[in-house]
């Protein structure tokens, strides 16, 4: 179970403690009585995991933000190109090559680009790939595509959905398939200048959100609607929603061992955050932004959203850095050691944190890995569970050392 807020955990940690107290007491004088919150104190500094360091696979792929392999093939990873591009290597970074190229229609550059790529859970069988990119009018889209299993054909995209963005920014990114075999997207709240509240709160568009839908065809339809997805039949809401309240989630993962997702979205000014709820949880649930920042109350939400929102599993103050980067709960072989800790980082210091998946505690930054990362854009998992993260154009592998 994850522990609430203690005077002990307050000692230990560093200047986050006056931004998680203020939110605490703030709701405490509202008269919340939900149940305790699930909040890391913040960002401790307790010393690195044992024995991992990470292993260089490709250098000089400028732009890359997504690394991935088929589901079952661990041999080929593939490298999310901002621009436009995906690029297939095999497992040690050799036979380097260009397997999908969307320049044609990408909108590229600061929060915009080629932003996500999934591959469907029967890939092997059908050849389905997803992509998740801004266009070039500025919508976010999320398409299909088919591959021959070398080469994914532009020509093939069949257009799923798009989000009209309010402007250039927190347009999301990540696309997953989750264990019950329904693809996921984390949709941000699209920024916006002058706009003056997000569209988070607000259901009847997809902005802010994390969706949920099926991509069989349903008729006319390009996409089925899951018929426990949490809107059905709310003429207030998109039937595709399955949780909102999102800033920017660009990175979520889903630990498919106990069914958690773990959103990492994007502070504002004050604070990131990372918040896991199981699937149950959070279907229908509110992530509070952009009523809180992490706990920070911004804008007397209470009547807005209640008390029935999901609280953050972790924060940390832009002491830390200023830019979240969600990862993954470690499920592979290769580091026992690792084994049930969610990694994650932040764009701007490079740090690498771990924590304890069960709990959210017993932070540990990672500072034995090597290489000291810089503009850490993601991570990746592949179909062994071994873990990737991308820093500054670079891919690295997560290995015992
Ligand atoms: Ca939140």
Redesign the pocket.
């Known amino acids: 179970m994850r522990s609430r807020l203690t005077l002990t955990r307050v000692a230990a940690v560093l200047s986050i403690v006056a931004l998680v107290v203020a939110g605490g007491i703030a709701l405490a004088q509202r008269g919340d009585n939900s149940a305790p919150s699930p909040v890391s104190a913040g960002i401790s500094t307790q010393g690195a995991t044992p024995g991992v360091r990470l292993e260089t696979v490709a250098t000089e792929i400028p732009g890359a933000l997504d690394v991935a392999s088929p589901p079952n093939d661990a041999s080929t990873l593939y490298v999310v190109v901002q621009q436009g591009t995906i690029e297939a290597m095999d497992r040690d970074g050799s036979n380097r090559r260009t397997v999908l190229d969307l320049t044609d229609r990408v909108k590229s550059g600061g929060e915009q680009g080629l932003l996500g790529l999934a591959f469907h859970p029967d890939y092997a069988r059908n050849g389905l790939v997803y992509a998740y990119y801004t266009d070039r009018t500025g919508e976010v889209r999320l398409s299909e595509f088919t591959t021959d299993g070398e080469r994914i054909d532009p020509e093939s995209e069949r257009s799923l959905l798009t989000v009209p963005q309010p402007g250039d920014t927190h347009n999301g990114g990540r696309i997953e398939f989750g264990p019950d075999g329904l693809l996921y997207a984390g949709v941000g709240d699209g920024g916006g200048i002058g706009a003056p509240r997000s569209r988070a709160q607000f259901n009847e568009d997809l902005l802010g959100t994390l969706i949920r839908i099926d991509p069989t065809p349903d008729g006319e339809a390009a996409y089925t609607i899951p018929a426990d997805n949490p809107f059905v039949g709310d003429p207030q809401a998109r039937p595709e929603i399955y949780a909102y309240?999102?800033?920017n989630p660009w990175r979520f993962s889903i630990d498919d061992e106990t069914g958690a997702v773990w959103i990492g979205?994007v502070g504002h000014d004050l604070v990131e955050?990372v918040?896991s709820a199981s699937l149950a949880d959070a279907r229908g649930g509110n992530?509070?932004?952009d009523a809180?920042?992490?706990t920070r109350p911004r804008l007397g939400p209470v009547a807005l959203i209640g008390d029935a929102?999901?609280?953050?599993t972790i924060q940390y103050s832009h002491d830390f850095g200023c830019s979240v980067t969600g990862g993954f709960v470690y499920r592979g072989d290769e580091l026992a050691q690792l084994r049930g800790r969610y990694l994650f980082s932040d764009f701007c210091s490079g740090t690498v944190w771990s924590a304890d998946a069960q709990t959210g505690d017993d932070i540990r930054q990672e500072t034995e890995l090597g290489p000291k990362l810089a503009g850490v854009t993601t991570f990746g998992e592949d179909a062994d569970g071994e873990l990737y993260v991308v820093g500054a154009g670079t891919v690295y592998r997560f290995t015992s050392s």
């Open positions: 309240g999102l800033r979205d955050e918040t992530f509070g932004w809180f920042e992490g929102w999901i609280r953050p």
